[in-house]
């Protein structure tokens, strides 16, 4: 079997080390492992496959020489805009998980479950999408192709490792009452929901909805979708949640819904709620897999429908996408 050079370019951070166990999870051919972050995280040390491997500088040079024909960005959107285009110029694909390229035109966003077939278009670099709209766009694709989606009102409850570290950290220390010198969050985040994620933009809108509305049209490869989203910061750990509403131009019925669900790729179904069975973040940890439940017709609009649906925001939506781009790009060659 081919083995391939990858770079992870920010190791040492929640999603870079999360996209380490990923790779050595899913059995990914590397051959070589070039972990890369900061000036102020080289040197430090990452472990993969059993052996422990030394984290460099992310700069130029080490770049060229590294010999690399993969690289997994997750460094931050300002890091990406700088090096993915030196590693582009060095022929080496990137998948980035930062917001820097995603609404470029010239970048295919891929969920490998909705548009494998633009991690093919030539392009060196390959945006991984936000998130919370990773788990929506894996449901709403098969639903779409069969009913045709004309609005979704989807309102997002995150976990707090959306926000990194930091995030977690905040959390973690207010559990346990400890002191907190630098608050990740505009307010108190245990006990609380911030309805929050990003800055305000004019519209009252945050950049992560609209990250929801713009990335989702993107992805689907259709502007007529209409998205109306709210986000909101909860005190959880394992996973994001959304409750999505949406309306079809077509008429459905509740039991092939569930039928087309339960045969879409990344998807599971825990829909047995007089059983207590649902989806919930708790559940959805360290999984790869998107988990739908409480389907149920929205009887207030023509076509409408209901669905709660959880993944893990570190792994599918972030990690194990990125991974699984890097996947079906060895596949296609």
């Not at 590693?87 to 917001?99: E, P, R, T």
């Not at 909705?114 to 670099?125: C, D, L, M, P």
């Not at 305000?200 to 945050?206: A, K, R």
């Not at 950049?207 to 993107?218: A, C």
């Given at each position: 079997m081919k083995t391939y050079k990858?770079?992870?370019?920010?190791?040492t951070g929640m999603v870079g080390r999360k996209m380490l166990q990923v790779l050595e999870e899913r059995k990914f051919p590397v051959g070589e492992l070039i972990p890369m972050a900061s000036a102020r995280s080289a040197g430090n040390t990452v472990s993969f496959n059993g052996k422990i491997w030394n984290?460099?500088?992310?700069?130029?040079e080490n770049i060229k020489k590294s010999g690399a024909e993969i690289a997994l960005f997750s460094a931050g959107g300002s890091v990406s805009k700088e090096f993915a285009p030196i590693?582009?110029?060095?022929?080496?694909?990137?998948?980035?998980?930062?917001?820097a390229w995603r609404m470029d035109p010239n970048v295919p966003l891929v969920v490998p479950e909705?548009?494998?077939?633009?991690?093919?278009?030539?392009?060196?670099?390959i945006a991984n999408p936000n998130c919370s709209t990773i788990q929506m766009v894996v449901v709403l694709k098969p639903l779409h192709d069969k009913y045709k989606i004309k609005r979704v009102v989807v309102s997002t409850y995150q976990s707090v490792t959306g926000a990194g570290q930091k995030?977690?950290?905040?959390?973690?220390?207010?559990?346990?009452?400890?002191?907190?010198?630098?608050?990740?969050?505009?307010h108190q985040i245990?006990?609380?929901?911030?309805?929050?994620?990003?800055?305000?933009?004019?519209?009252?809108?945050?950049?992560?909805?609209?990250?929801?509305?713009?990335?989702?049209?993107?992805?689907?490869?259709?502007n007529s979708i209409e998205v109306s989203p709210t986000c909101v910061r909860i005190p959880t750990i394992g996973g994001h949640s959304e409750s999505v509403n949406i309306e079809f131009e077509k008429s459905f019925e509740l039991d092939e819904v569930k039928k087309i669900l339960s045969n879409a790729p990344g998807i599971i179904v825990q829909d047995k709620p007089m059983?207590?069975?649902?989806?919930?973040?708790?559940w959805a940890h360290d999984k790869d897999e998107t988990f739908v439940g409480r389907i149920r017709r929205d009887e207030t609009v023509k076509n409408g429908l209901n669905l709660w649906v959880v993944s893990d925001n570190i792994r599918k939506g972030a990690a194990t996408n990125a991974v699984q781009i890097a996947e079906e790009f060895i596949k296609g060659k």
């Open positions: 990858v770079i992870v370019a920010g190791a984290v460099q500088e992310l700069n130029e590693c582009a110029k060095y022929g080496i694909l990137v998948i980035d998980n930062s917001s909705v548009n494998r077939e633009k991690i093919f278009s030539g392009s060196k670099i995030g977690h950290d905040q959390l973690i220390k207010e559990w346990n009452e400890e002191e907190i010198k630098e608050m990740k969050f505009p245990s006990f609380n929901a911030i309805p929050h994620i990003d800055d305000f933009l004019d519209s009252g809108y945050t950049k992560e909805e609209m990250k929801m509305v713009n990335e989702t049209k993107k992805i689907m490869g259709d059983e207590k069975i649902y989806p919930m973040p708790i």
